[in-house]
């Protein structure tokens, strides 16, 4: 008799790597705000809006150590601006868009494009 292929997050959650994420009733303005005030946790959302998704933390090229890394996803999850899980050894990360979108329409929009303008170089007109 074979046992049904569990999801990732079930499989996390069967060996007891589970992961504390805010509800989205639990995630408040401030925090999204003071996460993404960061440079080093604005560009990880950049990162993670850029199309990737369930992206790796060491796939990140961070100016930071490990350490500090660690805090900066830590703070991102609290906050409730990504969901993480473990795939195997990897801790995996991803924007929490829908989230995000229904509680504070159009803020994750407005402030990766502001990001994303700020990064650009400026237009030699």
Do not use: W
């Amino acid at each position: 008799m074979s046992t049904p292929e569990l999801s990732t997050p079930e499989r996390a959650a069967a060996s007891g790597r589970r992961i504390a994420h805010p509800r989205p009733e639990e995630i408040r303005l401030e925090a999204v705000l003071h996460a993404l005030a960061d440079p080093v946790r604005l560009r990880i959302a950049r990162e993670l809006a850029n199309g990737h998704e369930d992206m790796a933390c060491i796939a990140f090229d961070l100016p930071v150590s490990k350490s500090t890394s660690t805090h900066h996803f830590k703070v991102l999850r609290e906050a409730g601006v990504i969901r993480q899980h473990y795939d195997g050894t990897s801790r995996m990360s991803r924007l929490r868009e829908d989230d995000l979108e229904a509680l504070f329409p159009g803020l994750l929009a407005a402030v990766l494009e502001g990001a994303r303008r700020s990064a650009a170089p400026p237009d030699p007109a």
